[in-house]
């Protein structure tokens, strides 16, 4: 049943990509389960088959979307567990990259942890980092990227942060497949998890027990 979703995420089969991940609820595979072993799963054979040019751009992306609609149906068995919001996070992808993938699951695994996430979308500049904290005083901002290219920007949006005197009212965590724990240190980010499960427990850390819902500013 997970090959199925495998497979039709690989077809980028939109409906058999759904069909087959409502099945595996239906028949009691863990949401955990189908989001890892079965579509993470195949992103990553997208990943390895683009870089080896057997795939293009618009098969990556049709993927992408049968992802995407797969997720709709564990969007709500994900996020079950969410009660009183512990904390609020303003998310985004930053300015010139589209990936969103990774960060709507990371909003999802936060929301189900009983986060209030505020998600900017893709392409995120800093400016607009920076007007989402004063309007929604979060207490951490997430940001991601999944170029090599996009993920330089991340030091721009925490400097955007002090000179708008708000860096030290948030907590800033940041993630993407080329984003490290060195780099969050080498730029001042307060933290990094390398997986949706991971920027949970780190959210929830950094937090600590003050999360009220309110930011601290
Ligand atoms: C799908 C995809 C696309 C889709 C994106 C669709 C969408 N709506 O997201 C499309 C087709 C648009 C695309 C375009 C491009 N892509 Co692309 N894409 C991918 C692919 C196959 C999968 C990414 C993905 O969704 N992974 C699944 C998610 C769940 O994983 P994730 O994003 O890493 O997120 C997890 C963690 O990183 C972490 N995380 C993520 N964000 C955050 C944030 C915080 C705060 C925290 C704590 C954690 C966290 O938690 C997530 C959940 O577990 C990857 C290959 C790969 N396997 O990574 C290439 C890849 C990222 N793309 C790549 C490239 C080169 C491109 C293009 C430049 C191609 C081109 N020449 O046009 C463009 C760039 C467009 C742009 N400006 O952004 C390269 C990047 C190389 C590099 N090192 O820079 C990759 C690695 C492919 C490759 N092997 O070459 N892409």
Same mark, same amino acid.
């Given at each position: ?21 409502? @099945? ?28 080896? *040019? ?54 999802? %695994? ?8 505020? @998600? ?22 997430? %940001? ?6 996009? %993920?330089?920007?991340?030091? &721009? ?18 993630? *993407? ?8 240190? &080498? ?7 390398? @997986? ?22």
């Amino acid at each position: 049943m997970l090959n199925e979703i495998r497979e039709a995420v690989l077809r980028g089969d939109l409906d058999a990509a759904r069909r087959a991940t409502a @099945d595996a609820l239906a028949d009691g595979i863990a949401p955990g389960e189908i989001l890892n072993d079965a579509l993470i799963a195949a992103m990553d054979v997208v990943g390895e088959e683009y870089e080896s *040019g057997i795939r293009f751009i618009p098969e990556m992306l049709i993927s992408a979307e049968a992802m995407k609609s797969a997720m709709t149906v564990l969007r709500p068995v994900l996020a079950e567990a969410g009660i009183e919001p512990r904390g609020r996070i303003v998310l985004g992808t930053v300015e010139g990259d589209l990936h969103d993938i990774g960060k709507d699951l990371v909003g999802m %695994m936060l929301e189900g942890a009983g986060f209030e996430v505020i @998600d900017l979308g893709v392409e995120v500049a800093a400016e607009r980092f920076v007007d989402a904290v004063r309007e929604h005083r979060p207490n951490l901002v997430g %940001m991601s990227a999944l170029l090599t290219t996009t %993920m330089v920007y991340m030091p &721009e949006v925490i400097r955007a942060l002090e000179d708008a005197g708000l860096r030290d009212s948030v907590r800033v965590i940041i993630g *993407g497949a080329p984003v490290t724990a060195e780099y969050a240190d &080498e730029i001042g980010a307060d933290g990094y998890a390398e @997986d949706a499960a991971g920027a949970v427990r780190l959210a929830t850390r950094l937090i600590g027990g003050r999360g009220s819902g309110k930011g601290e500013g």
